[in-house]
C-alpha cells in the first residue's frame, strides 16, 4: 500500500510564522526573547541537541544563551544558578538537556526550573498539570508527536494507540495526551511479554525505544499509523526505532531523520514563546 510519509518540516513550518510574530512583539514591548541552555558535561547527544536549538532560534530571532558546566559541577553550584535565571527578567525560559550525567539528579534540577520559563515541561508542577489534564504544558517530544498527527489529519478517537516506551520524557506523557484524544492506549516497555502481538493490533503505534529498527514490518498491521520517535546513531548515521521497511505496508510513517526530531525542536520554540 501507499504509505504517507509524515515528514517534519511541513508541520515544523506551520508554527514558524506564529513564532517569528510573537517575537517581534515581544521586541516590540522591549524584551528579547532569551532562551537558557544548561549543558553539563560532554555528551555529544546534548552538544548536539543544542547546537540545533541554537541554529533553529537564531533563523527566528530568538537569543541563546549558552550555559556550560564541567560533568563534576556541585549539584548545589547548579541549582543556584538556575534560581538566578529564574529571576532573570532577561531570561525567557531555560532548558536544562536531559538527562544530567551521575550523581546530579535529573529530577532535582528539572523541578529547580520555575514552571513559568520551563520550556519542556520538566518541573513537577507542570508535570502534574499534565497529568491532571490542566493548561497546555506538556514535553517537547511527545508535543511534536501530537502536531504531527494532527497536521497530518490522522483520527485518533477511538483508535488502538500502542505506545512502546514508559520514559518520564516521551513514553508517558505521550500515552497520556493520545489518551486525552480518546484513543484506547496500551504501554508497552521491557517485560511486556508478545509485544509483536499486541502492537499488531495497534491502529497507531508510537516507538520510543531507543533501539535502532526495533519495530519492523511483521509487528505491524496493514495500514497501521506509524510515529518514530528514536534517534540512534549507527554507523555514524541517523536511525529510528522503526526500520524503514515499513513503509509499502503502514498507512501513514515518520522517517528518521526528518521527522518528529525537526518538531521537538519548533515545540521547544512554541513554549518558549506562547506567552508573547
Ligand atoms: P529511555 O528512557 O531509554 O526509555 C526507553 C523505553 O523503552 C523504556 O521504557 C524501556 O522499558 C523501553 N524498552 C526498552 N527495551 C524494550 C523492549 N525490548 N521492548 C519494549 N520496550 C522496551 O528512552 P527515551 O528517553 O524515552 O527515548 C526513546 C527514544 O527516543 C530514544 O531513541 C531517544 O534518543 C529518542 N528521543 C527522541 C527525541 C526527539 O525529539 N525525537 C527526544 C527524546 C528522545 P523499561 O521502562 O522497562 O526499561
Same mark, same amino acid.
Not at 188 to 208: F, G, P, Q
Not at 260 to 272: A, F, K, Q, R, T
Given at each position: ?40 558535561? #560532554? ?63 535529573? &529530577? ?94 495497534? &491502529? ?13 514490518? #511483521? ?21 529510528? #526505532?522503526? #526500520? ?33
Amino acid at each position: 500500500m501507499e504509505t504517507l510519509l509524515m515528514k517534519g518540516k511541513p508541520v515544523a513550518d506551520a508554527y514558524r510564522e506564529t513564532i517569528i510574530a510573537r517575537v517581534a512583539r515581544a521586541l516590540e514591548k522591549g524584551r528579547k526573547v532569551t532562551l537558557a541552555i544548561i549543558v553539563v558535561g #560532554d555528551d555529544p547527544a546534548s552538544h548536539v541537541y543544542k547546537d540545533r536549538l541554537m541554529k533553529l532560534a537564531d533563523s527566528m530571532g530568538i537569543y541563546v544563551k549558552e550555559i556550560l558546566y564541567p560533568a563534576d559541577v556541585k549539584q548545589e553550584d547548579l541549582l543556584r544558578d538556575i534560581a538566578r535565571m529564574n529571576h532573570n527578567r532577561y531570561i525567557t525560559g531555560v532548558l536544562p538537556m536531559m538527562p544530567m550525567p551521575e550523581p546530579l539528579s535529573s &529530577d532535582a534540577v528539572g523541578t529547580a526550573v520555575t514552571a513559568s520559563k520551563d520550556v519542556d515541561c520538566l518541573n513537577v508542577k507542570n508535570v502534574g498539570d499534565m497529568y491532571l489534564g490542566y493548561g497546555t504544558m506538556s514535553p517537547c517530544t511527545p508535543r511534536a508527536c501530537m502536531a504531527t498527527l494532527e497536521h497530518y489529519g490522522i483520527e485518533l478517537e477511538g483508535r488502538h494507540a500502542v505506545v512502546i516506551g514508559r520514559s518520564n520524557v516521551v513514553g508517558k506523557p505521550v500515552a497520556n495526551l493520545l489518551l486525552n484524544k480518546n484513543a484506547t492506549v496500551t504501554v508497552c516497555h521491557s517485560k511486556t511479554k508478545n509485544l509483536a502481538e499486541i502492537t499488531r493490533t495497534a &491502529d497507531v503505534i508510537v516507538a520510543a525505544v531507543g533501539k535502532p529498527c526495533f519495530v519492523t514490518p #511483521d509487528m505491524i498491521k496493514e495500514g497501521a499509523v506509524i510515529v518514530d520517535v528514536g534517534i540512534n546513531v549507527v554507523d555514524g548515521k541517523l536511525v529510528g #526505532d522503526v #526500520d524503514p521497511a515499513v513503509v509499502g505496508k503502514a498507512g501513514a510513517y515518520t522517517p528518521v531523520p526528518g521527522g518528529i526530531g525537526v518538531v521537538s525542536n519548533m515545540m521547544v520554540m512554541d513554549l518558549l514563546t506562547r506567552k508573547e
